[in-house]
């Protein structure tokens, strides 16, 4: 059965807590793939669920390196931030090791998932961001199964 939940946020500063809400509500979930147009903060979330998570690594778009690896503080664990977008087609995703990345047990955190939906895992969750016609509020939803 799936479920939505719904954060609106009107600054970067109120990121912090809508993160520690959607890490609780994440469960055991540790794939999440972003639907938001170019903008929209997915970057900036995604910075603000790996602080929560317990990195302290700078967090910035792979949009050149296509992952960044983000080490968690004190267990040797990693956080994985993708950005598809440059890439083309499947065979271009598979080069990446994306298997292996899924198949890690660590978070996977998906920006511009459309060229690699035909391989992910069937039980990921999706988080989109709406930007509001002022351009000063965001609606995040998340949908976890």
């Known amino acids: 059965m799936k479920r939505t939940y719904e954060y609106r946020v009107t600054s970067v500063g109120g990121l912090e807590s809508v993160a520690t809400s959607i890490l609780?509500?994440?469960?055991?979930?540790?794939?999440?793939?972003?639907?938001?147009?170019m903008g929209a903060g997915k970057t900036t979330l995604i910075g603000a669920l790996a602080r929560a998570i317990g990195t302290t690594a700078i967090i910035n778009s792979p949009t050149?390196?296509?992952?960044?690896?983000y080490g968690i503080e004190g267990c040797g664990e990693s956080i994985?931030?993708?950005d598809l977008y440059r890439l083309k087609n499947i065979g271009e995703v598979m080069d990446i090791g994306f298997d292996d990345y899924m198949n890690s047990g660590n978070f996977c955190f998906i920006e511009w998932p459309e060229v690699a939906e035909d391989i992910l895992p069937d039980n990921i969750a999706k988080i989109t961001i709406d930007?509001?016609?002022?351009?000063?509020?965001r609606t995040i939803c998340l949908t976890v199964d």
Do not use: K
């Open 64 to 69: 050149f390196a296509i992952v960044n690896d």
């Open 24 to 37: 609780r509500e994440l469960g055991q979930h540790r794939i999440v793939a972003f639907d938001a147009p």
């Open 80 to 82: 994985y931030h993708f």
């Open 131 to 137: 930007v509001n016609p002022d351009n000063l509020e």
